[in-house]
């Protein structure tokens, strides 16, 4: 593992993430989030966008994708939940032999270092009292301190940050100082009826015509009836379906389908389907 030395202090780095990440239509999102990352002069500095979406509905895979194949960055996902403290988001004391303890650095303060970018993954999930310990670094002193360390991390110029947050109840309110650093907000809605079947076949080319259109029939109908199923959910029951399709559990795909909605979704997905709409799709 690499190794780098910070005010004498010796950190341990954490590995980027690489994953096989494939992003498809909404392209205007895409260069918003470029834009928020660019810089035009020396003397300006990136912004920290923020997307925000229903639960499933690709923000992570979204940044990633500008990250990695856009901008061409190694990426850094940092998991957020309710127990973050501020020391899990920069540097993390671990004893290692002989009883020394050894400072290990968090993916987040790992991409400030190696200039790539870190993803925020559901970041609404953290306290204020977490987020405060981000103020500095998402101004333009693009700075964190661990008090554990005794050490004060600058970013390096091309460290960019993004984060993603869920529209739903189980989520904390952002303090006003951190909504304002965390700007643009970049909305990602539910794609529509020819971007979610590219969506589907993009992520499931082995699945049976039918099947995914069926398939996107439903997630559009779920859309029209304001329900939170996203293309996660789509993804799994598709997979599903085609897996008791061809273990020839179920010779009819629409049967198929109908278990895997099921199974997946439970007894909303069935109102969902069983619902009368007069809007088409």
């Not at 309110?173 to 794609?191: K, V």
Request: net charge negative; hydrophobic share 40%; charged share 25%.
């Amino acid at each position: 593992m690499e190794k780098v030395k910070i005010e004498n202090v010796e950190l341990t780095l954490s590995h980027p993430d690489n994953l096989n990440i494939k992003w498809t239509g909404q392209n205007d999102l895409v260069r918003q989030i470029m834009a928020a990352w660019h810089t035009i002069s020396e003397d300006d500095i990136p912004l920290n966008p923020r997307i925000v979406g229903k639960p499933g509905a690709g923000k992570t895979t979204l940044s990633y994708y500008a990250a990695k194949e856009l901008l061409k960055r190694e990426v850094y996902i940092f998991q957020c939940t309710v127990d973050t403290r501020p020391e899990d988001l920069i540097i993390i004391p671990v004893i290692s032999e002989n009883n020394k303890i050894s400072y290990h650095a968090s993916s987040l303060v790992s991409a400030m270092i190696k200039g790539g970018v870190a993803i925020l993954d559901e970041g609404n999930r953290m306290s204020e009292k977490t987020w405060a310990s981000l103020a500095p670094l998402l101004d333009d002193r693009r700075y964190v301190e661990s008090v554990i360390a005794g050490i004060k991390i600058k970013a390096h110029s091309d460290f960019r940050i993004i984060v993603t947050m869920n529209d739903d109840a189980s989520t904390f309110e952002l303090p006003e100082y951190i909504h304002s650093r965390l700007q643009p907000t970049i909305e990602l809605p539910f794609p529509d009826v020819k971007e979610e079947y590219d969506i589907l076949k993009m992520n499931l080319p082995f699945a049976d015509e039918e099947i995914l259109k069926i398939t996107v029939g439903f997630l559009q109908k779920s859309h029209i009836n304001k329900a939170s199923f996203s293309v996660r959910d789509g993804i799994n029951m598709a997979r599903y379906a085609m897996k008791l399709y061809k273990s020839e559990t179920m010779k009819d795909k629409e049967t198929a389908f109908l278990l895997a909605l099921k199974s997946v979704l439970g007894e909303e997905g069935i109102k969902i389907l069983s619902a009368n709409n007069d809007e088409k799709y």
